[in-house]
């Protein structure tokens, strides 16, 4: 053999193991410290994903107290309403005459003071 073709044949044999040790040696998609990251991260989306649905929970919460202390506010003012209605129709010159007289009362001139505004 001459030495050209025994350089062909070695050149051969060292792309043979060079491909052998390629295919052996496999790399690998993430390394650990990748790994670790993306577990954190998403440990975080989930850790704000429920922080998120926490805080809407609270202010759905807080929006229908408010809602329920205005409705409160609205019945309390038509009670107070009403009640000015019955003040001013029981407080009537006549209906208090009409009372006094039920209880016995009479009108007096003797009785009578004027009491004069400020």
């Known amino acids: ?13 060292e792309r043979k193991l060079f ?6 040696v496999t ?3 993430f390394t650990p410290g990748e790994k670790v990251l993306f577990l954190l991260f998403a440990v975080m989306i ?4 429920a922080k998120v649905v926490s805080t809407q929970a609270a202010l759905y919460e807080v929006n229908k107290d408010i809602q329920d202390v205005e409705q409160q ?3 309390q003012k038509k009670v107070n309403h009403d009640l000015r209605a019955q003040v001013s ?8 005459w009409k009372r006094a007289k039920e209880l016995g009362l009479n009108l007096s001139e003797q009785n009578i003071k004027v009491v004069q505004p400020q």
């Not at 053999?1 to 044999?13: D, I, P």
């Open 1 to 13: 053999m001459s030495n050209l073709a025994r350089k062909q044949q070695v050149n051969h044999e």
């Open 73 to 75: 506010i609205k019945d």
């Open 89 to 96: 129709e029981e407080s009537t010159y006549e209906r208090i």
């Open 27 to 29: 790399k690998r998609l």
């Open 19 to 24: 491909k052998r040790k390629k295919q052996q």
């Open 46 to 49: 989930c850790f704000l994903g």
